[in-house]
C-alpha cells in the first residue's frame, strides 16, 4: 500500500486508467458475493462473474494507451466494454461507461466539476440503453449515486467519489422498496453493488492504495499451428483476420472536422466482417481480408497503428472447425444461438441451428462471442436465438456492432421458446421482417419449465423451500418443490397442466435418473408423448418443454 496521496482535482488519463485498474480489481475480489446476490433461489448467480469480466475487457484494451489523453482513454475503456459486455448487468455497465467517455470526450484532462458532468452524461446513456428501465437495479444506484453527488463544488476528486459512494449506498440499502422481486428474495440489487464495488476501487486509487494489479479479460490461449499446413501450394482461401488500433495524427487529418466514415466506407468495400469503432482520436478495427496490407497502407493515410494483429485463416481452418472462415456467397437467413450441454448443442443443430454458441446460465456469452458466431455464419439475415432473458441485451448490443449481415434478434427467455421456434423455422414464409415478427410470436407462446436445487430457504407462491430440496418453475414463479428432482418434475407438469399436451420434449441434465421419471410420467400421463434426451446442461436438473 502506497502513502496516501495528495488529494487532487485533476483528472488526467493515467490517473483514469489507475482508477479502473482498482475498480476492476475490486470488483474481481467481491464477484462472488455479488453473485451471491441472486433474487432466484437456485445456483444460477453471475452477476458478479458478468460485471469482472466486462470492466476487464475494457481495462484491457485501455491498459495499452498509457500517457493518452483522458478523452481517448475513457474511449478505448467503453470500446473494450462494449465487445467484452455480458449478461444484462455487463451491458448497462458498459454503457454506464459509454456515457462517461461521451462526458469525457475530447478532453486532455479534467477536474472534479467536468467529472460529475461526465457522470450525468453516465446516467443518461444507462438510462437510453434499456427500453423499459426499472427502478431497484443499477440504474437507480448510479442514477441517484450521481444526483446525491451532484453538488461537488470545492470538492477534491476524492471527497467528490466517497460522496457518490455514500448516496450510492444508500440508494443500494433502498432497492428492495422499489423492486418487489428483491424484497422477497431478501437480497439488494447485485448489479447495484457491483458498480459500488468498483467505485470503491476508484476512491482507493486517490487515496493511494493499491491492490494486486487488474487483470485483462481472459485471452484465448494461441493454438499451435503446424506451419506445414500453409505450404508453397496452398491456396489462400479465408483471408486474414485484421484487428489493430489507429490514432489519427494532427499532422495528416483535421482532428476537429475529419469525418472517419472515410476510412470505414473504405474498409466496407475492402473485406467483410467489419467492427468500426472511433472513440476520440482512436479508430479500431476489425476485418476479415486478402489484402491488409492494402488496409493497413491506405489507413497510415491518416494516422499511426497503435496495435496490429493479422492471423492467416486459411491455416487457421486447416486445424479448427471453429476458425473464422471468409464467405463470399451468402444465403438467404441463417440462425444463430446459445445453449451448453453438449446433448442440448446437438439438439439444436438437428433442428436448423447453423452456429450454436456455448453458454447459458453462469455462462453468458459476450458481445465479441456473438459476433464471431455471426462471422461463421454466412446469410444476409441472420436470426440470434439467446434462449435466456439475461443474454437477450448482449445479443441485441452485438446486432447494432455488427456491419456485415442484418442481425435480428428473437427474444428467447429460456431453452424451450428456442428450441420450439427454431424448430419451427420456415424460410419461405416471408421476408425478414414477417419472420422476426412469427418467429417471435411462436417464442412467446410456448410453456417451457426446469427443475433446480433449491440454494435457501423461501416462500413463494404458498409454496414452501427449503434449502437443498428442489424446485419445478416456470420463469420466475415457482410452481413444485420435492426431495429429488423427479418428484419436482412430477409436480411442475401437474402445474404446467401436462395432460393437456400432446407432447413433452425433456432435456435432462448431467445428475437426473431420466429412466425413473420417464417411467412415472407415462403411467400418468398416458395420452402425453414424452420425448426424453440428455441435455448434459449444467444447472437445471430437467428442462420440459410442452408442445
Avoid at 448497462?92 to 479534467?110: C, Y
Avoid at 467528490?160 to 437480497?187: C, F
Avoid at 493497413?296 to 486459411?314: A, D, P, V, Y
Avoid at 421456434?421 to 419449465?449: I, M, N, R, Y
Wanted: aromatic share 8%; proline share 3%; glycine share 10%.
Amino acid at each position: 500500500m502506497h502513502d496516501k496521496k495528495e488529494q487532487t482535482n485533476t483528472l488526467t488519463g493515467d490517473l483514469f486508467l489507475e482508477m479502473i485498474a482498482q475498480g476492476c480489481a475490486n470488483l474481481s475480489q467481491n464477484r462472488q458475493s455479488i453473485n451471491d446476490l441472486n433474487v432466484f433461489p437456485i445456483p444460477d448467480g453471475d452477476t458478479g462473474d458478468n460485471m469482472t469480466l466486462t470492466i476487464q475487457a475494457g481495462y484491457g484494451q485501455a491498459s495499452a494507451l498509457k500517457g493518452a489523453p483522458l478523452g481517448e482513454l475513457a474511449g478505448a475503456v467503453s470500446s473494450g466494454m462494449l465487445m467484452g459486455a455480458r449478461g444484462n448487468s455487463g451491458v448497462i455497465l458498459s454503457r454506464i461507461f459509454a456515457g462517461l467517455a461521451k462526458g469525457l470526450a475530447g478532453l486532455k484532462e479534467t477536474d472534479t466539476k467536468g467529472f460529475t458532468e461526465a457522470m450525468a452524461s453516465a446516467v443518461t446513456e444507462a438510462y437510453s440503453s434499456v427500453s423499459h428501465p426499472v427502478e431497484g437495479t443499477i440504474l437507480t444506484v448510479v442514477r441517484e449515486g450521481a444526483e446525491g453527488a451532484q453538488q461537488a463544488s470545492g470538492l477534491s476528486l476524492e471527497e467528490y467519489v466517497s460522496k457518490l459512494i455514500r448516496a450510492m449506498e444508500v440508494s443500494l440499502e433502498h432497492t428492495p422498496e422499489k423492486l418487489q422481486v428483491l424484497a422477497d428474495a431478501g437480497v439488494v440489487d447485485s448489479g447495484g453493488a457491483g458498480l459500488i464495488h468498483i467505485f470503491y476501487g476508484f476512491r482507493d486509487a486517490l487515496q493511494g492504495k493499491e491492490y494486486e494489479a487488474a487483470e485483462s479479460a481472459p485471452a484465448a490461449t494461441a493454438p499451435k499451428v503446424d506451419l506445414s499446413a500453409f505450404d508453397e501450394n496452398t491456396e489462400l482461401k479465408f483471408g486474414y483476420c485484421t484487428e489493430f488500433l489507429l490514432r489519427l495524427q494532427s499532422s495528416k487529418v483535421d482532428l476537429a472536422t475529419f469525418d472517419e466514415k472515410e476510412i470505414e466506407e473504405y474498409i466496407l468495400g475492402a473485406g467483410d466482417s467489419v467492427v468500426f469503432f472511433r472513440e476520440g482520436s482512436i479508430i479500431k478495427v476489425h476485418v476479415h481480408t486478402k489484402t491488409p496490407g492494402d488496409i493497413l497502407s491506405h489507413c497510415q493515410r491518416w494516422g499511426e497503428f497503435l496495435t496490429i494483429k493479422i492471423e492467416n485463416m486459411t491455416l487457421q481452418h486447416n486445424h479448427s472447425a471453429f476458425a473464422p472462415q471468409k464467405k463470399v456467397e451468402r444465403k438467404g437467413f441463417g440462425r444463430v444461438t446459445v445453449a451448453s450441454g453438449a446433448g442440448l448443442r446437438q439438439a439444436f443443430e438437428e433442428v436448423g441451428a447453423d452456429y450454436v454458441i456455448e453458454g447459458g446460465q453462469t455462462m453468458n456469452p459476450s458481445v465479441a462471442d456473438f459476433i464471431s458466431a455471426f462471422d461463421q455464419v454466412p446469410a444476409q439475415t441472420i436470426f440470434v436465438f439467446p434462449n435466456n432473458s439475461n443474454i437477450i441485451m448482449t445479443a441485441r448490443q452485438a446486432a447494432v456492432a455488427y456491419k456485415d449481415a442484418d442481425v435480428r434478434v428473437i427474444p428467447t427467455k429460456d431453452i424451450g421458446a428456442g428450441y420450439v421456434a427454431l424448430a419451427g423455422f420456415d424460410p419461405s414464409a416471408g421476408s425478414p421482417d414477417e419472420l422476426e415478427q412469427s418467429l417471435s410470436q411462436t417464442a412467446s407462446s410456448v410453456v417451457c419449465g426446469m427443475v433446480s436445487t433449491a440454494i435457501r430457504d423461501t416462500v413463494s407462491g404458498g409454496i414452501e423451500v427449503s434449502k437443498g430440496s428442489f424446485i419445478g418453475f416456470r420463469g420466475d414463479d415457482i410452481l413444485s418443490c420435492g426431495p429429488d428432482a423427479n418428484a419436482a418434475a412430477v409436480g411442475l407438469l401437474d402445474a404446467l397442466d401436462a395432460a393437456e399436451h400432446d407432447v413433452a420434449v425433456v432435456f435432462s441434465g448431467a445428475e437426473s435418473a431420466p429412466e425413473e421419471l420417464q417411467e412415472a410420467l407415462g403411467a400418468k400421463y398416458p395420452l402425453t408423448e414424452f420425448m426424453f434426451h440428455n441435455g448434459g446442461q449444467a444447472v437445471y436438473n430437467y428442462i420440459i418443454i410442452l408442445c
